[in-house]
């Protein structure tokens, strides 16, 4: 088995992925992520798409909102097309709308508002206090250690991300979670990333596809893969509040107001070492258990 990439060369990597190559007007091809996965995995797809809608934009306007749906699984072989239509460029606003797409169909379609910034009334609720420092808290590879059985994907795919779970995570081993409330999660690029504003927050688009969803299972001391579930993201909305540089650590603490119908929804918030409110995420997923699930014959 091929070394997995980690560090630097992991974030280069991942910085080659959202390196979208220019065809033509408004029309970008995304390079496949050499992950060994056979679906694409969310976050690529809504980072990538948020590259091309950016390199369409003046550079003066930042993102400020996205909203994407998934509407067919992507083919991790295969190359991406991102058409990006401009729907308008007012005197302090852009809005765009990219389109990703193979084999002809849509995989997933997303928004994007873009924002001068402005001077107005500023106000943020404060981060949650007494928890651990990041670099008191073991790596999430580390904590698989623990259980070679569940590495899972995480055995084979590069880790541009250093993720650190604050009390369990969806990967320990079924009965062994605790059920909490909150997912807390401190998280940074496990390298640096170059000084771009777009980068960054193209970055943490792609992470924040990679624990959102945990926190529904979260509430219920639930786990995925075996003797749990499996999910997959049904849509995904972000807003950027704040600059910030996604190689700094982050905390993104996440909660599930609702799960019904097969279908969870979380709500996450990422906040800066010192407290700053910097981006707001939601994202609603479908949860299938799997056949050796308890309550499942």
Same mark, same amino acid.
């Given at each position: 088995?091929?070394?997995?990439?980690?560090?630097?060369?992991?974030?280069?990597?991942?910085?080659?992925?959202?390196?979208? @190559?220019? +065809?033509?007007? &408004?029309?970008?091809?995304?390079? $496949?992520?050499? %992950?060994? #996965? /056979?679906?694409?995995?969310?976050?690529?797809?809504?980072?990538?798409?948020?590259?091309?809608?950016?390199?369409?934009?003046?550079?003066?306007?930042?993102?400020?909102?996205?909203?994407?749906?998934?509407?067919?699984?992507?083919?991790?072989?295969?190359?991406?097309?991102?058409?990006? @239509?401009? +729907?308008?460029? &007012?005197?302090?606003?852009?809005? $765009?709308?990219? %389109?990703? #797409? /193979?084999?002809?169909?849509?995989?997933?379609?997303?928004?994007?508002?873009?924002?001068?910034?402005?001077?107005?009334?500023?106000?943020?609720?404060?981060?949650?206090?007494?928890?651990?420092?990041?670099?008191?808290?073991?790596?999430?590879?580390?904590?698989?250690?623990?259980?070679?059985?569940?590495?899972?994907?995480?055995?084979?795919?590069?880790?541009?991300?250093? %993720?650190?779970?604050?009390?369990?995570?969806?990967?320990?081993?079924?009965?062994?979670?605790?059920?909490?409330?909150?997912?807390?999660?401190?998280?940074?690029?496990?390298?640096?990333?170059?000084?771009?504003?777009?980068?960054?927050?193209?970055?943490?688009?792609?992470?924040?596809?990679?624990?959102?969803?945990?926190?529904?299972?979260?509430?219920?001391?639930?786990?995925?893969?075996?003797?749990?579930?499996?999910?997959?993201?049904?849509?995904?909305?972000?807003?950027?509040?704040?600059?910030?540089?996604?190689?700094?650590?982050?905390?993104?603490?996440?909660?599930?107001?609702?799960?019904?119908?097969?279908?969870?929804?979380?709500?996450?918030?990422?906040?800066?070492?010192?407290?700053?409110?910097?981006?707001?995420?939601?994202?609603?997923?479908?949860?299938?258990?799997?056949?050796?699930?308890?309550?499942?014959?």
């Amino acid at each position: 088995m091929p070394e997995v990439l980690v560090g630097q060369d992991a974030v280069d990597s991942l910085l080659g992925v959202l390196d979208l @190559e220019p +065809i033509d007007t &408004g029309l970008f091809r995304g390079p $496949r992520a050499e %992950v060994g #996965l /056979q679906r694409v995995f969310g976050g690529q797809v809504a980072g990538q798409a948020l590259v091309a809608a950016g390199r369409t934009v003046p550079a003066d306007r930042r993102v400020h909102s996205l909203h994407g749906y998934f509407v067919r699984p992507g083919d991790s072989t295969k190359p991406i097309l991102y058409q990006v @239509e401009n +729907i308008r460029d &007012g005197r302090s606003f852009s809005v $765009r709308r990219t %389109v990703a #797409l /193979q084999g002809g169909q849509t995989i997933f379609f997303m928004s994007a508002s873009f924002h001068t910034g402005e001077p107005g009334l500023e106000h943020a609720d404060p981060a949650p206090e007494g928890l651990p420092a990041p670099e008191a808290i073991p790596p999430l590879s580390e904590q698989l250690k623990a259980h070679p059985d569940r590495l899972g994907i995480w055995a084979r795919v590069p880790r541009p991300i250093d %993720v650190r779970y604050i009390g369990g995570s969806g990967f320990s081993a079924s009965g062994e979670r605790p059920a909490l409330d909150h997912q807390r999660v401190w998280m940074k690029t496990d390298g640096k990333l170059p000084d771009d504003p777009l980068i960054h927050v193209c970055v943490l688009t792609y992470a924040s596809d990679l624990t959102l969803l945990d926190s529904v299972l979260s509430r219920h001391g639930a786990v995925w893969g075996p003797g749990g579930y499996l999910g997959t993201s049904l849509d995904h909305a972000l807003w950027f509040h704040r600059p910030f540089r996604f190689d700094e650590w982050t905390l993104y603490d996440a909660v599930s107001p609702t799960a019904a119908d097969g279908r969870g929804l979380a709500q996450g918030r990422f906040f800066d070492a010192r407290g700053r409110h910097l981006a707001s995420a939601t994202q609603e997923g479908l949860l299938r258990q799997t056949p050796e699930a308890p309550g499942i014959p």
